[in-house]
C-alpha cells in the first residue's frame, strides 16, 4: 500500500510566523523551568500544576505546550540528555581520537557530575524512580544512557585501535568500570559530603588506564587553564 504524500503546508504569514516563534521561545523556556523543577524533586514529582505554580502560569498554559505529564517528563528527559551532549560529548570530540578523548570524556563528565552534586543527576535520580516501572518514560531514560554509554564504548574501543589500551580489552567492562566511578563520586560527594571525592575519582580513573593500558599510552598533559571545561 503507497504511503500518500503529506499535504503541502500553506504560506505563513509574518504575524503568524512572530506567534509561532513566540510560542516556541514560551515552551523552551517553560521546559528549561521544568529540568531544574526536575532536578530538584525528581521526575516523579513533576506535573503539569507543579510547573505551572513555578512558573506562574496557568495550568492551561503549560498543558498548551505539553499535553499530558508523560509527555512533560520526557521532553525533560530529551532536554537533559541534549545538554549533556553539548557539555560533555561534543567537547570530547575535538580531541584526538584515543586516549586523549577518552580522558575528555571522562573529565568533562566528572566536571558536570561535581556541578551536580547541589541539584542532582535526573540519570541517577530518574534510574531510582522508574527502573522497575515499564512505560515511555522508562524507555526514554533508557534509551539516552545507552546513547551515552555506547559513545564511551567507542571511545575505549578508539583508544584500543590507536594502540593507547591492551588490544585484548573488554571495551563494555572498561565502560562499567568508568560508569562505576562517576556513581561512585556522585553517592560519596552528593549523600556522604566526602571531603576529597573528587581527587579520589580522579585517581581512580588513572589507576584504570594503568590497568588497562598499553605501553605506548600518551600520558594526560591537560591543564586547568588550557584543557578543562568550564564548570
Known amino acids: ?14 504575524r503568524r510566523g512572530r506567534a509561532l516563534h513566540k510560542g516556541q521561545q514560551t515552551k523552551a523556556a517553560i521546559l528549561d523551568a521544568a529540568l531544574t523543577l526536575a532536578t530538584q524533586i525528581g521526575l516523579e514529582g513533576l506535573s503539569i500544576g507543579a510547573l ?11 498543558f498548551a505546550h505539553f499535553g499530558s505529564r508523560e509527555e512533560l517528563q520526557i521532553s525533560v528527559i530529551h532536554e537533559y540528555h541534549t545538554r549533556f551532549e553539548e557539555e560533555v560529548f561534543y567537547p570530547s570530540m575535538q580531541e584526538p581520537r584515543g586516549l586523549p578523548r577518552l580522558r575528555a570524556l571522562f573529565r568533562h563528565w566528572m ?42 564504548q567507542r571511545a575505549i574501543g578508539q583508544s584500543r585501535e590507536e594502540g593507547h589500551l591492551r588490544s585484548n580489552i573488554d571495551e563494555q567492562q572498561l565502560a562499567f568500570e568508568i560508569h ?9 560527594a552528593r549523600l556522604l559530603r566526602s571531603p576529597g571525592s573528587i581527587e579520589r575519582a580522579k585517581a581512580a580513573f588513572e589507576n584504570l588506564l594503568k590497568l588497562y593500558g598499553a605501553r605506548s599510552a600518551p600520558a594526560d598533559r591537560s591543564t586547568p587553564s588550557t584543557r578543562s571545561p568550564k564548570a
Do not use: Q
Open 180 to 188: 562505576g566511578l562517576i556513581l561512585a563520586l556522585h553517592y560519596e
Open 52 to 62: 505551572a505554580e513555578a512558573t506562574g502560569m496557568s495550568k492551561s498554559g503549560v
Open 111 to 152: 566536571n558536570r557530575t561535581s556541578v551536580e552534586i547541589d541539584s542532582g543527576c535526573l540519570y541517577i535520580s530518574g534510574a531510582v524512580e522508574f527502573d522497575d516501572r515499564p512505560g515511555p518514560v522508562r524507555d526514554a531514560l533508557v534509551n539516552s544512557v545507552k546513547s551515552w554509554l555506547g559513545a564511551l
Open 1 to 14: 500500500m503507497s504511503v500518500p504524500e503529506p499535504p503541502v503546508p500553506a504560506p505563513r504569514s509574518p
